[in-house]
């Protein structure tokens, strides 16, 4: 069974930065296009960043154009990052990493980001 455990998520100012890390376990990881996925209160859940078995790596227009997230991952690790630059309020959510093999799907349970002063 394929683990997935996020971390990294803290309170940070405006213009702050974190990275998000999510490492996985049980499973052959270099196999698995991981996703990174973020909730915010009352809204639906979206997906963010993307990378794929062979490091392509995908954002949504919203992200992209902003240009302040980047994925990537380390398969020696086992784990999949997300840096994020010059954090905003509207940033503030759950952050979760998806892990996506055929029909087969995994996700971790969440690390917390909040942005404020």
């Known amino acids: 069974q394929v683990q997935l455990v996020e971390s990294g998520g803290d309170l940070v100012q405006p213009g702050g930065s974190l990275r998000l890390s999510c490492a996985a376990s049980g499973g052959d990881f270099g196999r698995f296009k991981m996703t990174w996925y973020r909730q915010a209160p009352g809204k639906e859940r979206e997906w963010v960043a993307v990378?794929?078995?062979?490091?392509?790596?995908?954002?949504p227009p919203s992200v992209k154009a902003e240009g302040r997230f980047t994925i990537s991952r380390d398969n020696a690790k086992n784990t999949v990052y997300l840096q994020m630059n010059n954090l905003q309020p509207k940033d503030t959510a759950v952050y979760y990493c998806?892990?996506?093999?055929?029909?087969?799907?995994?996700w971790g349970q969440g690390t917390q980001v909040t942005v404020s002063s």
């Open positions: 990378i794929t078995i062979g490091s392509n790596i995908n954002y």
């Open positions: 998806q892990a996506t093999w055929g029909r087969d799907e995994y």
